[in-house]
């Protein structure tokens, strides 16, 4: 019995490893700047394509889904990305305000700069598990933020969790942390990837 504990938890760890590196080589392979949108792309596509089952991981195939979702997931990613980084800059501005009336705009952009990062995920989510375009996936993933609740809260607790747990130890950030936020969004939004396909059909 706890030989096949320890077994499920080594392939998972193993799984996580394998998503994580090639995330980053993939990143390194767009520059970088061109490659993050497309490396989480191909390692979601990948997880959902083989889930656990590690024997059945090829780079090929990964490769194959990077160069094809190459410029499409490079646009989709900076559509989130730099409202993000603009309400992030915007929040540290206010921050150092020291008016009493500023405390309801930095709640609201508290809750953008969580907003907008989780409808991103939820969109990728939607992108990789059905043929669906993106007016209509970011249409879904507002729908998913404000309808799953106990969805949302589990992701955005558990993706809080591993980002304490990475900025204690960075060196998860290099074969854990990217891979296991990717993981940990297909898990809590798979009610909701559930109803969606019973309505499709």
């Given amino acids: 019995m706890a030989g096949s504990v320890m ?42 394509n083989h889930k ?43 921050s150092q305000m020291k008016t009493p009336w500023i405390l309801p705009v930095i709640v609201t952009m508290v809750v953008l700069e969580i907003l907008i990062p989780v409808v991103g995920m939820y969109t990728l989510s939607l992108e990789s598990n059905f043929d669906v ?12 933020f404000f309808v799953d609740f106990s969805g949302l809260i589990k ?11 990475t900025f204690f130890f960075p060196g998860l950030l290099l074969f854990i942390s990217i891979s296991a936020v990717v993981i940990w969004c297909q898990l809590t939004t798979k009610n909701w990837i559930y109803k969606v396909e019973s309505q499709i059909e």
């Avoid at 394998?18 to 990948?46: D, H, K, M, Q």
């Avoid at 094809?68 to 992030?88: I, R």
């Fill in 7 to 48: 077994q499920k938890a080594f392939v998972r760890v193993l799984v996580l490893i394998i998503l994580n590196l090639e995330f980053w080589l993939f990143s390194l392979a767009g520059l970088l700047v061109l490659g993050f949108g497309p490396a989480l792309r191909a390692i979601y596509e990948t997880f959902l």
């Fill in 155 to 165: 992701f955005v607790a558990g993706t809080a969790g591993i980002i304490a747990i």
């Fill in 133 to 144: 375009d993106f007016k209509n996936a970011i249409k879904l993933a507002f729908a998913e």
């Fill in 52 to 94: 656990f089952r590690y024997q059945e991981y090829s780079f090929k195939e990964s490769w194959k889904i990077y160069k094809k979702y190459f410029w499409l997931a490079n646009l989709h990613f900076y559509v989130f990305f730099l409202p993000m980084l603009f309400v992030f800059y915007d929040l540290y501005l206010t």
